[in-house]
């Protein structure tokens, strides 16, 4: 069964890659516009929320903010509750794309998805929470 799963996971993340190419992005780029998307606005995060939600190194994630920030995806700005720290904000170019970017690879999981009676996904879904359940908490 897991054997199917890891192949699985390899098979969804080349059709990911798939989404995103059309979109001139690449995994990890969308990895950090979407958890920025999701903070909401004015999506912004500190590069270590970023970190948590995306699972890198602090060091990694700087080379990808600095990467991101090139792009015009992303800008830095001083954190106004500590003088230290900046936030990471999402530009309007970025939300654009990773806003399409997304909607691509949702219409790609739908089409997926379709093969599979309404319960069946259900169960699909919480079966597979069960399985992150030892992993997230």
């Avoid at 798939?18 to 912004?44: I, K, M, N, T």
């Avoid at 106004?80 to 691509?104: E, N």
Wanted: proline residues 4%; aromatic residues 4%; hydrophobic residues 40%.
């Amino acid at each position: 069964m897991l054997s199917r799963l890891s192949r699985l996971a390899l098979l969804l993340d080349r059709d990911r890659s798939q989404a995103f190419d059309g979109h001139d992005l690449e995994g990890w780029e969308f990895d950090v516009l979407s958890a920025l998307r999701r903070a909401g606005a004015p999506y912004q995060l500190s590069p270590g929320q970023l970190v948590q939600q995306t699972l890198v190194t602090s060091g990694t994630m700087t080379n990808r903010v600095d990467r991101l920030e090139r792009r015009g995806l992303v800008e830095r700005s001083p954190d106004p509750r500590d003088r230290r720290g900046v936030i990471v904000r999402l530009t309007d170019a970025g939300r654009a794309r990773v806003d399409a970017a997304m909607a691509d690879l949702l219409e790609r999981e739908r089409h997926l998805l379709a093969q599979l009676p309404e319960h069946d996904q259900q169960l699909l879904a919480d079966l597979l929470r069960q399985l992150l359940t030892p992993f997230e908490g």
